[in-house]
Each structure stands twice: as structure tokens, then as C-alpha cells.
């Protein structure tokens, strides 16, 4: 009888610290993930970005032989290539590219364009292809310039751009059209594509 109630003691001693133990993880388990949540919650307003800067001569050169290799429907032209070069080519030591989205706007990028004329400032100029439909003067004023037009989806609505692949390539091949038609150039490709609210 007495050893059934050692025996007793030490199940329960064994089940307490077991129990005890179970407690003490799950305390240090919700502890880590608060601190992680609250860590996340104090840095959501900071984006790093990474930018690795490109000699764009050694972009033009690779252009320049793939396009005699391979006279393809995806090969710049020369005048798109003289473009990017004009915009994204500096011989200071120290560059900013300056990009807009979600344009073109009737109040808002007219107002951009006179500024960066003034300032003899070359931009790109990510747009949408709903606001295209309805701007084709300022899409022509844009591409006038000598600015870069380039791809920034149709609708801008994330519930259906993102619910399949042929949703995202849907939005861009309408993108593209819209600028096509606005330039009435249909060999026109911006072969660039900034993805809609996209968050690093």
C-alpha cells in the first residue's frame, strides 16, 4: 500500500512538471510571437528598397547584339533604345530616377509635364490603361516630350488582378493596347511593368 502511494506521488510529481513545463513553453511561445507582432507593427510604415545601379552602355551593347542575332517581335527598336538611354544615361557620379504612377491625370500630370519641361527632366511614367482610354492627348503629350511610357496594369483593382496569372497578363496586354491606340503606333511596346501596389 505504501509503495502505491510513492508511487502515486511521484506520477503526480512527474505530471505536474510535465504539465509545468507545457505551460512554460506555451508562456515563452506566445511571449516570442507578441514581441514579433509588435516588432512588425512598429516597422510597417519602413520599405527598404534595393536598387543595384546598371551601365546602361553595357545594356545598350547586349541590346544592340541580340537584336542582330534575333530580329524578334521583343528586340527594342533603335528609337526605344536611344529613349531610355536619353532618360536613364548621366555622366554624374550620383542618379535619381524619376518615376509617376497611376496616371495620366487631367489635372495632375499636366502640371508634372510643365515642371520636368522647365527643369529639361526626363521621366517614366507608369500608367494605367483605364486612365489612358481617357487621356490619350496627355499620353501623346508624355511620349512628345521624350519621356518613357511604360505599363502599370488596367484597373488597379488588387481583388481581381491578382486571382490568377492570366488576371495580371489580362491587365497588362489591355494596358498595352490602350497606350498603342493613344499613340496610334501599334508597334509600340513599353516592355516595362510596374506591378500595382506592390509592397517590399
Same mark, same amino acid.
Given at each position: ?5 510513492? %508511487? ?7 505530471? /505536474? ?7 512554460? @513553453? ?25 536598387? &543595384? ?20 517581335? @521583343?528586340?527594342? %527598336? ?11 544615361? #548621366?555622366?554624374?557620379?550620383? $542618379?535619381?530616377?524619376? &518615376? ?29 490603361? #483605364? $486612365? ?14 521624350? !519621356?518613357?511610357?511604360?505599363? !502599370?496594369?488596367?484597373? !488597379?483593382? *488588387?481583388?481581381?488582378? *491578382? &486571382? ?10 489591355? %494596358? ?20 500595382? $501596389? %506592390?509592397? /517590399?
Amino acid at each position: 500500500m505504501y509503495d502505491l502511494i510513492v %508511487t502515486k506521488q511521484k506520477n503526480n510529481k512527474t505530471k /505536474l512538471l510535465i504539465i509545468l513545463l507545457v505551460i512554460c @513553453f506555451l508562456l515563452g511561445l506566445f511571449f516570442i510571437i507578441g514581441i514579433n507582432k509588435i516588432n512588425i507593427a512598429n516597422n510597417k510604415d519602413i520599405q527598404v528598397v534595393k536598387m &543595384t545601379e546598371i551601365d546602361i552602355n553595357d545594356v545598350i551593347a547586349k541590346q544592340k547584339n541580340l537584336e542582330i542575332r534575333s530580329r524578334n517581335k @521583343f528586340a527594342l %527598336t533603335q528609337e526605344q533604345i536611344d529613349r531610355i538611354s536619353n532618360i536613364y544615361s #548621366s555622366s554624374e557620379e550620383k $542618379r535619381a530616377f524619376l &518615376t509617376f504612377d497611376d496616371g495620366p491625370s487631367k489635372t495632375v500630370t499636366p502640371l508634372i509635364l510643365d515642371l520636368l519641361k522647365q527643369e529639361n527632366i526626363k521621366a517614366t511614367f507608369f500608367v494605367l490603361g #483605364s $486612365r489612358v482610354e481617357y487621356n490619350p492627348k496627355i499620353i501623346n503629350r508624355i511620349f512628345e516630350e521624350g !519621356h518613357y511610357i511604360a505599363n !502599370h496594369g488596367y484597373s !488597379h483593382k *488588387y481583388s481581381s488582378i *491578382y &486571382t490568377s496569372i492570366e488576371s495580371v497578363l489580362d491587365e497588362y496586354n489591355k %494596358t498595352e493596347q490602350c497606350i498603342k491606340t493613344a499613340l496610334k503606333n501599334d508597334d509600340y511596346n513599353s516592355r516595362v511593368f510596374r506591378f500595382p $501596389r %506592390t509592397v /517590399l
